[in-house]
């Protein structure tokens, strides 16, 4: 008898993330060397994503011991919290960029993460898109399985676009345990895999590139969490300093 189903989860999640550690370190520390040279000339790092992939945007910004120099583009035309069949909808327009592009006004000094599972979701390839034709250098993090599944679409997608493309390792279809059981009336296709493995890769980018400043005696700029002593004060010096460029500030 197989596992049950909650132990192959945890089991096949843990799986994944060792692969993604075995297997991507190169294009990690890649990345993290992109974001570590535009922090020297004051960029900041715009994590753009839709529907789910948003939610790692979310979980970058504005975070305790996550730096105060990332801003998550969190547009909620393209968030589930808007309705889960406009946000589907408003995401495969690739028009609707354009809007959110210029009221985030990335500028050359920066750099851009495009988290995307597909690697083929319109609004998230023209904000790419949009930041290559810029010199803002362009980081996605993708399921590689996805993009070679739906590149059958003929449609632009982030490999062509992408300076650094990071793959999550994730399946076709994001359910993590996709197999035939005879107490099921059909394929099964459960446990949501991306969202946990992109936000470890987002992270382990982020860190990267703080290892390489703290090398080299500068600052870290990291918020702590609002619960700790002193912490208010110095988290609201943080937001001041980059007041305007950072849109929940």
């Not at 990345?31 to 789910?52: L, N, P, T, W, Y």
């Not at 650094?164 to 005879?182: A, F, K, T």
Request: glycine residues 6%; charged residues 20%.
């Amino acid at each position: 008898m197989g596992l049950a189903l909650a132990d192959l989860y945890a089991k096949r999640i843990a799986e994944t993330l060792a692969t993604v550690i075995a297997s991507e370190g190169e294009q990690v520390a890649k990345a993290a060397a992109m974001v570590r040279e535009r922090r020297a000339q004051d960029g900041i790092v715009h994590v753009f994503g839709s529907g789910h992939s948003q939610s790692v945007a979310i979980d970058a910004t504005y975070r305790a011991a996550s730096p105060a120099w990332v801003n998550g583009v969190l547009d909620p035309s393209l968030s589930v919290v808007r309705g889960a069949q406009s946000a589907s909808a408003a995401e495969d327009i690739a028009e609707n960029a354009r809007p959110i592009f210029l009221q985030e006004r990335p500028t050359a000094a920066d750099v851009t993460v495009v988290v995307c599972n597909s690697g083929t979701t319109p609004v998230s390839v023209a904000w790419a898109k949009a930041c290559a034709d810029r010199g803002i250098p362009v980081i996605s993090i993708v399921s590689k399985l996805s993009l070679s599944y739906f590149s059958r679409l003929e449609r632009p997608s982030l490999d062509s676009i992408s300076d650094v493309l990071i793959d999550n390792h994730c399946p076709v279809g994001d359910g993590i345990i996709q197999e035939e059981r005879d107490s099921a009336p059909r394929n099964i296709n459960i446990g949501p895999s991306s969202t946990i493995v992109n936000v470890f890769i987002l992270h382990w980018v982020l860190v990267k590139a703080l290892e390489g400043m703290i090398e080299r005696g500068e600052e870290v700029q990291t918020f702590r969490s609002g619960h700790l002593e002193g912490a208010s004060a110095q988290n609201a010096a943080l937001m001041e300093a980059y007041r305007g460029r950072i849109r929940v500030y």
